[in-house]
């Protein structure tokens, strides 16, 4: 009985010890719900890279393409056109050069493209500054003077040789072009300012001024280029006494210059091509780096011949480097500008339009 018994526990003991093996077998092929403790202790290989070496996912933003206008130009022959001549050249024989295409328009008076300008037919002119703002005011706003690109260009030349200053003009008699516009103005207002009296008279064309000294009734004149140079040319007793852009600012009390011309342009194209002007702005600035450039003077002085804004190319060599040719843009070009056309008004309100314009006449790139 007692060995029976023990027979009996043995078997027992057997039975769950084979259940303990089937138990454990069966654990070992079921997934752990446990976190391994592998995984959160050692970081995997793209867990250790910063966020800043994450490639973005964003796509790179292309640069915006640049949209081509087709501008309309016009200008003045003679030293209002010339800052151009490098731009026409280019536009004529190098197009691809360019994003945009223009078409150039060249009067001889102004009057020959006042109606299109205020039509909107063109979308910037290079007109005298008085014009630009005659414009601004019969347009009521509608163009803007965005850049100065001609000094004066107006010179007092004599056979005298006792004049060195403005006070040795006083009590002489000065021929001049211009009566009721830009040169009667000038010179009124730097003898004012010097406290000089002269008797200016006027006549109606530079040849007419050349032939009174060509006949000595004449001794002493203030004519603009490239009449100053064709002159000096046709006469070797006249020379240069003084030029009045220097002149005027001597005297000047409100940061004015003697400006001549401005590049105008229509608010419309402003508003729907500001990428177009600025290229514009960019190109006509390089154009006047370019004619102003010594090494190009013969260049220059030849397209001024071929494209009809001055004569003869050797009176445009003569002439090139007395126009006063710049391109100023800005709050430069607005202090120019501004007392400039305040003169004007002063001395005869029609002269710039009858109104004396704002600061709105202005366009100052952002």
Known sequence: MKRRIIALILAVMMLAALAGCGSGSTTSAEPSTEPSTAASTEPTEAASVEPSEVPSEEPSEEPAEEVPAEIKVAAMKGPTAIGLLGLMDKSDNTPDELTDSYTFTLADAPDE??????????????????????????????????????????????????????????????????????????????????????????????????GLFAAGTADTAVLPQPFVSSLLMQNENIHVALDLTKEWSAVSENGSGLVMSAVIV?????????????????????????????????????????????????????????????????????????????????????????????????????
């Open 113 to 210: 493209v006042t109606g299109d300008i205020i039509q909107g037919n063109f979308d910037a002119a290079v007109v005298p500054t008085n014009l630009a703002a005659t414009l601004y005011n019969r347009t009521e706003g509608k163009v803007k003077i965005v850049a100065n690109v001609t000094l004066g260009t107006l010179y007092l030349v004599t056979t005298r040789d006792d004049i060195s200053s403005v006070s040795d003009l006083e009590g002489l008699t000065i021929w001049s072009t211009g009566q009721n516009s830009t040169p009667e103005y000038a010179i009124a207002y730097i003898l004012e300012k010097n406290g000089v009296t002269a008797d200016v008279q006027f006549a109606a064309e530079p040849s007419e001024i050349a």
């Open 266 to 366: 229509q608010q419309a194209f402003i508003d729907e091509h500001p990428d177009a002007l600025a290229r514009f702005m960019s190109e006509y600035e390089a154009s006047v780096e370019w004619v102003t450039d010594e090494a190009n003077l013969d260049a220059a002085a030849q397209l001024t011949e071929s494209y009809g804004i001055v004569g003869k190319a050797a009176m445009a060599k003569a002439a090139i480097p007395q126009c006063n040719i710049v391109f100023e843009s800005g709050e430069s070009m607005k202090a120019l500008s501004a007392g400039f056309i305040e003169v004007l008004y002063n001395a005869n309100p029609q002269s710039v339009g009858g109104t004396l314009p704002g600061d709105d006449l202005y366009y100052i790139a952002q």
